[in-house]
């Protein structure tokens, strides 16, 4: 009975308790190999995800995972993952489990969605989406609130609703934060002609006079500080712009 088994072709007989031996019945026996434990590497995944069992993946046929390396129950495809050491074994086309190969699951947690609030922007400050800020790190931008492709860095901004996610080292992105966005106009130069004064009439930057709003008047065509109202005139040229009601300022 100590004997190992062989592939090949066996005989069995039984014998009475009178000692009695019967003929011989013959019995064909195959010995399959086993194979060998499947491959396969650690594995991480984003709680989001909601992945299973079904979800491992490892290299061989008629995988069978398990939470113990010998013994137990293999586990079902629709079992939630969590971090921990997973088996998995293959079976061959001839029913012979291998032994089983641990493979290290992480399921790393999915960040909270960042903090943004709305934002504007004037159309002359030509805004794209890289300007666009909230509080996070990662940050993706997206026009839509699931799906879809994050917006590139140099897309152009306009008036609407950005989503904006972050995502953590471990390469979980978070749920989206809607962000409302406005580009608004901004206002054409201010109308204005020459203007002259007399020294003695002690004349100041208040006392110019263009066609506009909000007029900021300056003694550069671009950049600097706007000039005070009580700055005194002198002769020269000036430059004045206009401020629309949203802040965004016209050209000089």
Excluded at 120 to 125: K, L, P
Excluded at 131 to 145: E, P, V
Excluded at 161 to 176: F, I, K
Excluded at 217 to 234: E, I, P, Q
């Amino acid at each position: 009975g100590t004997d190992a088994l062989a592939t090949g072709t066996y005989y069995v007989s039984q014998t009475s308790a009178e000692g009695c031996e019967s003929t011989r019945a013959l019995v064909d026996v195959k010995i399959n190999p086993t194979p060998s434990a499947p491959s396969a590497s650690a594995q991480a995944f984003c709680s989001s995800e909601n992945k299973t069992v079904s979800d491992l993946t490892a290299s061989g046929t008629g995988l069978k995972w398990y939470n113990a390396s010998t013994g137990g129950t293999a586990l079902a495809g629709t079992d939630a993952l969590a971090t921990g050491t997973y088996y998995v074994s293959q079976t061959s086309a001839e029913g012979c489990e291998s032994t089983r190969t641990s493979v290290d699951v992480k399921v790393n947690l999915m960040p909270s969605a960042p903090s943004a609030s709305a934002q504007t922007f004037c159309s002359s400050e030509n805004k794209t989406v890289s300007d666009l800020t909230a509080s996070g790190t990662s940050l993706k931008w997206y026009n839509a609130s699931t799906g879809g492709t994050a917006l590139a860095g140099t897309d152009a901004l306009a008036t609407g609703t950005y989503y904006v996610s972050q995502t953590s080292a471990e390469g979980c992105e978070s749920p989206r934060t809607s962000v409302d966005v406005k580009v608004n106009l901004t206002p054409s130069a201010s109308s204005a002609s020459s203007q002259t004064f007399c020294s003695s009439e002690n004349k100041t930057v208040s006392d110019l006079t263009a066609s506009g709003t909000s007029l900021k008047w300056y003694n550069a065509s671009t950049g600097g500080t706007a000039l005070a109202g009580t700055d005194a005139l002198a002769t020269g040229t000036y430059y004045v712009s206009q401020t629309s009601a949203e802040g965004c300022e016209s050209p000089r």
